[in-house]
């Protein structure tokens, strides 16, 4: 009998009245994989990162399971105490607080840390994310757009989830900025974090993504290896319209 998957959507489907936006959705991510979502704008990715984490609705129906236990009637603080953690794509962390602070607060809240335990993993994650010790005493909202970045991650994996949802990460960086990004997810997973990424910049879906799933209108279009996915003919009418993929 094969290995439960670390993170598993059954038939997940979120509705607001007559619209669906997350449309009979399933997945499953082994430990250890970084696993890609795309999709147009309006496809259903952000809801599903929603529906997912209980933040801040549950589906309407369908499942959520972690190691095989189901997590999708807990409450949001218990999920994510249970390990699953996510980014949004707006700038989320406590602007007048340090960074320091920022992941602190972020490693007792999420994690129930005891504070002495929660100092020790705050220094961890930033020095994972290797955010200069110069920058961490600095208040969050005068870090530039890419230490918001590694601030807003080293905020999520301070409690050391078992799963990360990053909500497009990339929005904002330039392109350099781009490849340190990449370099860093790959870094979250190397410290046994297994990843779950949204982004429209393709580049990076294809450089860190082992998995990539597609959705339109909220379902799944398109599912499996990532060089593979973006040349299915429903993803390019969908999402890539008749553009090639720079590689």
Same mark, same amino acid.
């Given at each position: 009998m094969s290995e439960a998957p670390l993170l598993e959507a059954r038939n997940l489907t979120r509705r607001f009245g007559a619209l669906t936006a997350v449309d009979d959705v399933s997945f499953s991510v082994p430990a250890g994989q970084v696993f890609g979502i795309a999709g147009p704008n309006g496809s259903g990715k952000s809801t599903l990162f929603n529906i997912i984490t209980g933040i801040p609705f549950?589906?309407?129906s369908g499942e959520v399971l972690l190691s095989g236990a189901a997590v999708h009637r807990m409450r949001p603080h218990q999920i994510s105490r249970a390990g699953v953690l996510r980014t949004f794509q707006k700038d989320a962390e406590f602007a007048t607080l340090s960074a320091f602070e920022n992941v602190y607060t972020s490693a007792i809240y999420c994690a129930g840390t005891a504070s002495t335990d929660? +100092?020790?993993a705050a220094t961890q994650a930033l020095d994972d994310v290797a955010l200069p010790t110069g920058r961490r005493g600095m208040a969050a909202s005068g870090l530039?757009?890419?230490e918001r970045k590694q601030l807003m991650i080293a905020s999520a994996i301070a409690s050391r989830p078992k799963v990360l949802l990053l909500d497009e990460p990339a929005?904002?960086?330039?392109k350099p900025e781009v490849s340190g990004l990449s370099a860093l997810i790959r870094t979250v997973r190397a410290r046994g974090i297994t990843v779950v990424l949204i982004e429209h910049v393709l580049a990076l879906l294809l450089d860190v993504s082992e998995h990539l799933m597609v959705l339109n209108y909220g379902r799944v279009i398109a599912s499996g290896l990532p060089d593979d996915v973006v040349r299915d003919p429903k993803v390019v009418e969908a999402?890539?319209?008749? +553009?090639e993929i720079a590689r």
């Open positions: 549950p589906p309407s929660a +100092r020790a530039s757009v890419f929005a904002g960086l330039t999402y890539l319209g008749t +553009r």
